[in-house]
């Protein structure tokens, strides 16, 4: 296929792995120019909005007539409607399920409050903050009961980390490749900066006894969700929330106060937490048990796997999207997480895996939050595939998907970190494969087309 | 304990305003927790710990058990349990090797206890807490007999269903323990 960059680039410029992938320091380059993504099938009227212009002026409506007034609490322009929550509720009992945060519509690093993706149970409750207190008890030496305007007054700290349902992207582990967008695919992750006081501080009041291994924790939602979770844990680097980038917690994040566990799975990251019981052992609750335990080929079942493994995704160009502007240069972003730590690293390939490189990664990358990557790739019209593989501090790497569908089987329902394909056809349309289709695609070799 | 010690020039502020500062072995946080008292403890806390601890009186069978079920569940958990818009409790057929495992309270729950735990807390989803102790024994032991591990007429009680023995009892390995041990290696 003829190459036609439509990009302002020097013709093979930087490139610095297969298939047009490009040294990430061109970012830096000034006029470097990318093609733009559109939807498939195109979305509502975009581009129509583009030059407004009544004939014999120079200005447009909005610079001819005065703006509208001060709002008590600002919302998303009108035109970006589209970017919400994709809520995916109980068929009979509506208030139970889960809603995906728009990743692919989003940049940066932060998610709006409005967009954090949401796991009730039965439904999300509508607390008084003057009526909820946060009760600590059990093996602690004097049991203590807080309100909300007293925690409000302690000393808080702020963390900037990634919150992920132990159950995102659990689509992988089936055997036809998920047809939905990024987000509403591998959404049930969104990143905060929380703000609350240090559950260490709250626990040394309390006084923690001799023989206390285990804190069972319960929300005050209808479901009175509980959860047992390790006291080391929360003497380490848990927040008891009141905050979330900045403002009061929304409701369906657990106003008034909720457990942020930096790096562990959602369900122990309690919402309306309302009751701490320290005690020897694990109270062995539905939900570490029947669920959000992990099934393995031989039968037996991991259980308490709390850490959020290393994951990357790529958000644009993503499912769903079409490279509009035909062959040549487009950036590639997306996002890369770890429980365990910082990511250190983001390789990006456009041949299937054969050869890869190093996305830039914005500053700061801190511990257990999302970091985002960009690289410029220039696409020469010919079939691809995109993928990404993201490396933590720990030196644990993303693992391909038949790599882990090997160790975990295909029934783990959880914890779900493979790398994502994501396929470029010759009209430029993006889509989901597995590596098999994604090997015949690209004619790189399939290293094992019999796994799956 | 690190992240005590870095926000102490905060907290050590808010401790002289507050309240009396004692050097030494004065609180690290400014303390306005109140003192919770028992009955306030025995009112919030419904836990019901795997060895029993926490269950209440009360009693009931899976013949009781059977008519409650289905004025307050089979509407989404379907006849004897096989799942609808609910979760499937009880009638599985392929095992958790099988190609397509079905994690049923038989199949997979490693303990009775969760049962009553779960009911109590949880169940119906319209009224949850609306349930009596009896009732929550008697849909337990009704649960527990769908999937063939307690008789229709044994009785449920706090002395009798922390002996009743889950089939996958063993079937979990925790994760937290192996990661701890590696990390300490």
């Given at each position: 296929?003829?190459?036609?960059?439509?990009?302002?680039?020097?013709?093979?410029a930087?490139?610095?792995?297969?298939?047009?992938?490009?040294?990430?320091?061109?970012?830096?380059?000034?006029?470097?120019?990318?093609?733009?993504?559109?939807?498939?099938?195109?979305?509502?009227?975009?581009?129509?909005?583009?030059?407004?212009?009544?004939?014999?002026?120079?200005?447009?409506?909005?610079?001819?007539?005065?703006?509208r007034?001060?709002?008590?609490?600002?919302?998303?322009?009108?035109?970006?409607?589209?970017?919400?929550?994709?809520?995916?509720?109980?068929?009979?009992?509506?208030?139970?399920?889960?809603?995906?945060?728009?990743?692919?519509?989003?940049?940066?690093?932060?998610?709006?409050?409005g967009?954090?993706?949401?796991?009730?149970?039965?439904?999300?409750?509508?607390?008084?903050?003057?009526?909820?207190?946060?009760?600590?008890?059990?093996?602690?030496?004097?049991?203590?009961?807080?309100?909300?305007?007293?925690?409000?007054?302690?000393?808080?700290?702020?963390?900037?980390c990634?919150?992920?349902?132990?159950?995102?992207?659990?689509?992988?582990?089936?055997?036809?490749?998920?047809?939905?967008?990024?987000?509403?695919?591998?959404?049930?992750?969104?990143?905060?900066?929380?703000?609350?006081?240090?559950?260490?501080?709250?626990?040394?009041?309390?006084?923690?006894?001799?023989?206390?291994?285990?804190?069972?924790?319960e929300?005050?939602?209808?479901?009175?969700?509980?959860?047992?979770?390790?006291?080391?844990?929360?003497?380490?680097?848990?927040?008891?929330?009141?905050?979330?980038?900045?403002?009061?917690?929304r409701?369906e994040?657990?106003y008034?106060?909720?457990?942020?566990?930096?790096?562990?799975e959602?369900?122990?990251?309690?919402?309306?937490?309302?009751?701490?019981?320290?005690?020897?052992?694990?109270?062995?609750?539905?939900?570490?048990?029947?669920?959000?335990?992990?099934?393995?080929?031989?039968?037996?079942?991991?259980?308490f796997?709390?850490v959020?493994?290393?994951?990357?995704?790529?958000?644009?160009?993503?499912?769903?999207?079409?490279?509009?502007?035909?062959?040549?240069?487009?950036?590639?972003?997306?996002?890369?997480?770890?429980?365990?730590?910082?990511?250190?690293?983001?390789?990006?390939?456009?041949?299937?895996?054969?050869?890869?490189?190093?996305?830039?990664l914005?500053?700061?990358?801190l511990?257990?939050?999302?970091a985002?990557?960009?690289?410029?790739?220039?696409w020469?019209?010919?079939?691809?595939?995109l993928?990404s593989?993201?490396?933590?501090?720990?030196?644990?790497?993303?693992?391909?998907?038949?790599?882990?569908?090997?160790?975990?089987?295909?029934?783990?329902?959880?914890?779900?970190?493979?790398?994502?394909?994501?396929?470029?056809?010759?009209?430029g349309?993006?889509?989901?494969?597995?590596?098999?289709?994604?090997?015949?695609q690209?004619?790189?070799?399939?290293?094992?087309?019999?796994?799956? | 304990?690190?992240?005590?010690r870095?926000?102490?020039?905060?907290?050590?502020?808010l401790?002289?305003?507050?309240?009396?500062?004692?050097?030494?072995?004065?609180?690290?946080?400014?303390?306005?927790?109140?003192?919770?008292?028992?009955?306030?403890?025995?009112d919030?806390?419904?836990?019901?710990?795997?060895?029993?601890?926490?269950?209440?009186?009360?009693r009931?069978?899976?013949?009781?058990?059977?008519?409650?079920?289905?004025?307050?569940?089979?509407?989404?958990?379907?006849?004897?349990?096989?799942?609808?818009?609910?979760?499937?409790?009880?009638?599985?057929?392929m095992?958790l090797?099988?190609?397509?495992?079905?994690?049923?309270?038989?199949?997979?729950?490693?303990?009775?206890?969760?049962?009553?735990?779960?009911?109590?807390?949880?169940?119906?989803?319209?009224?949850?807490?609306?349930?009596?102790?009896?009732?929550?024994?008697?849909?337990?032991?009704?649960?527990?007999?769908?999937?063939?591990?307690?008789?229709?007429?044994?009785?449920?009680?706090?002395?009798?269903?922390p002996?009743?023995?889950m089939?996958?009892?063993?079937?979990?390995?925790?994760?937290?323990?192996?990661?701890?041990?590696?990390?300490?290696?």
């Amino acid at each position: 296929m003829s190459d036609q960059p439509v990009a302002r680039l020097a013709d093979a410029a930087g490139a610095v792995a297969g298939n047009g992938i490009l040294d990430r320091r061109l970012l830096l380059r000034q006029g470097l120019v990318f093609g733009a993504m559109a939807w498939l099938p195109p979305g509502a009227a975009a581009g129509q909005a583009g030059s407004p212009r009544v004939p014999g002026s120079s200005r447009p409506p909005w610079m001819r007539e005065p703006g509208r007034e001060f709002s008590p609490y600002g919302v998303p322009a009108r035109f970006e409607q589209e970017t919400a929550r994709f809520p995916a509720p109980n068929r009979v009992q509506r208030n139970n399920g889960a809603s995906w945060t728009p990743l692919h519509l989003l940049e940066g690093t932060i998610t709006p409050n409005g967009l954090h993706f949401e796991r009730h149970h039965n439904g999300v409750p509508d607390i008084d903050p003057g009526g909820h207190e946060l009760l600590i008890h059990g093996l602690v030496n004097r049991a203590l009961a807080f309100s909300v305007p007293d925690l409000l007054r302690y000393p808080l700290e702020s963390r900037t980390c990634f919150i992920e349902c132990g159950g995102n992207s659990n689509a992988g582990w089936n055997r036809i490749p998920s047809r939905s967008q990024a987000g509403f695919f591998h959404g049930l992750v969104s990143n905060s900066e929380w703000t609350g006081v240090p559950l260490g501080v709250l626990l040394h009041e309390a006084g923690v006894k001799p023989g206390a291994k285990w804190v069972v924790a319960e929300g005050a939602d209808a479901f009175a969700m509980h959860v047992s979770i390790p006291l080391a844990k929360l003497q380490d680097d848990a927040l008891l929330a009141l905050y979330q980038n900045g403002e009061r917690l929304r409701p369906e994040n657990g106003y008034p106060m909720r457990l942020v566990l930096p790096g562990w799975e959602g369900v122990v990251n309690v919402k309306w937490m309302r009751r701490l019981e320290l005690t020897d052992q694990p109270v062995m609750a539905r939900n570490e048990t029947a669920r959000y335990t992990d099934l393995m080929p031989d039968g037996t079942a991991r259980m308490f796997s709390f850490v959020m493994e290393v994951k990357s995704l790529i958000t644009s160009p993503s499912s769903g999207m079409v490279l509009k502007g035909g062959p040549g240069l487009y950036q590639v972003t997306g996002l890369a997480w770890s429980g365990r730590g910082r990511i250190r690293r983001v390789e990006i390939s456009a041949d299937n895996g054969r050869t890869w490189a190093d996305a830039e990664l914005q500053e700061p990358v801190l511990p257990k939050a999302f970091a985002r990557f960009r690289i410029p790739w220039r696409w020469s019209g010919a079939p691809a595939v995109l993928k990404s593989r993201a490396t933590d501090e720990t030196g644990n790497v993303q693992p391909e998907r038949r790599e882990l569908i090997a160790q975990r089987g295909r029934h783990g329902f959880y914890h779900y970190n493979g790398i994502v394909n994501w396929s470029v056809d010759e009209n430029g349309v993006l889509g989901h494969v597995y590596d098999e289709v994604a090997a015949q695609q690209t004619g790189t070799p399939d290293i094992d087309a019999d796994w799956d | 304990m690190m992240k005590l010690r870095r926000s102490r020039p905060a907290l050590l502020i808010l401790t002289l305003i507050g309240t009396s500062a004692i050097a030494g072995e004065a609180p690290e946080g400014p303390d306005l927790g109140q003192a919770a008292g028992a009955r306030m403890i025995a009112d919030w806390d419904t836990d019901i710990m795997p060895d029993g601890a926490g269950l209440p009186e009360g009693r009931g069978t899976a013949r009781d058990g059977a008519a409650l079920y289905r004025t307050h569940c089979i509407s989404c958990h379907g006849e004897g349990g096989l799942g609808d818009s609910g979760d499937q409790l009880a009638g599985a057929r392929m095992s958790l090797t099988g190609e397509w495992p079905e994690k049923t309270i038989g199949t997979f729950w490693p303990w009775a206890t969760t049962l009553f735990d779960f009911i109590r807390r949880a169940k119906p989803p319209q009224s949850p807490g609306s349930l009596s102790n009896d009732e929550v024994y008697a849909l337990t032991a009704y649960l527990l007999s769908l999937n063939g591990i307690v008789g229709a007429d044994e009785e449920m009680n706090a002395e009798m269903l922390p002996r009743v023995k889950m089939p996958n009892r063993d079937g979990f390995i925790d994760a937290w323990a192996r990661e701890k041990a590696a990390t300490r290696r």
